[in-house]
T-cell receptor, first 115, second 114 residues
Framework: KAGVTQTPRYLIKTRGQQVTLSCSPISGHRSVSWYQQTPGQGLQFLFEYFSETQRNKGNFPGRFSGRQFSNSRSEMNVSTLELGDSALYLC??????????????FGPGTRLTVL | AQTVTQSQPEMSVQEAETVTLSCTYDTSESDYYLFWYKQPPSRQMILVIRQEAYKQQNATENRFSVNFQKAAKSFSLKISDSQLGDAAMYFCAYRSEGFQKLVFGTGTRLLVSP
């Protein structure tokens, strides 16, 4: 069974640009969550999508947005990039049930560098 | 809001020895889940072990076990017979019942020497 895949693995952008990151969950998984990992702030939850609907959202500015498609693939978009957006962006997929210890499987991440 | 604290930025252990990583959390909820994730240099986050708050029995996965003290809000990870491949960042994480969101601690870097 293929794991969670994220594309691209590395990105270099300049301030003010926008970027789109993609995440393909494990087959059969309907929930995709996104996390930002930085040395200063650690791992922070961005948002979660389930069946094409945003189900939960972290405390990030509106420049960070996402969506999920009918095949459960998800994209996140960051507009007007700032230097502080440089981070490893991780996505995690799960079956999506809210009860029980629903295991989340992480992708390898996308390393975004903003110059 | 829930918080997770890992007070050990770095720990060292020799091969074949045992090491314990500490984690405390703060919550007013009664139903939740706790996890330990491992992040090796490759950056891929891997689930090591999980614990349901309603279970009193401590979870065990091969060489990995936890000491879950619900009243003290403590959730430590014990790694027995440490191996070189155990070297990684270890994150403690909390998840509320009814949500997918994980709240992570700041991580503990584990160094394993031959």
């Amino acid at each position: 069974k293929a794991g969670v895949t994220q594309t691209p693995r590395y990105l270099i952008k300049t301030r003010g640009q926008q970027v789109t990151l993609s995440c393909s969950p494990i087959s059969g998984h309907r929930s995709v969550s996104w996390y930002q990992q930085t040395p200063g702030q650690g791992l922070q939850f961005l948002f979660e999508y389930f069946s094409e609907t945003q189900r939960n959202k972290g405390n990030f500015p509106g420049r960070f947005s996402g969506r999920q498609f009918s095949n459960s693939r998800s994209e996140m978009n960051v507009s007007t990039l700032e230097l502080g957006d440089s981070a490893l962006y991780l996505c995690a997929s799960s079956r999506g049930g809210l009860a029980g210890g629903n295991e989340q499987f992480f992708g390898p991440g996308t390393r975004l560098t903003v110059l | 809001a829930q918080t997770v604290t890992q007070s050990q930025p770095e720990m060292s252990v020799q091969e074949a020895e045992t090491v314990t990583l500490s984690c405390t959390y703060d919550t007013s909820e009664s139903d939740y889940y706790l996890f330990w994730y491992k992040q090796p240099p490759s950056r891929q986050m891997i689930l090591v072990i999980r614990q349901e708050a309603y279970k009193q029995q401590n979870a065990t996965e091969n060489r990995f076990s936890v000491n879950f003290q619900k009243a003290a809000k403590s959730f430590s990870l014990k790694i027995s017979d440490s191996q070189l491949g155990d070297a990684a960042m270890y994150f403690c994480a909390y998840r509320s019942e009814g949500f997918q969101k994980l709240v992570f601690g700041t991580g503990t870097r584990l160094l394993v020497s031959p």
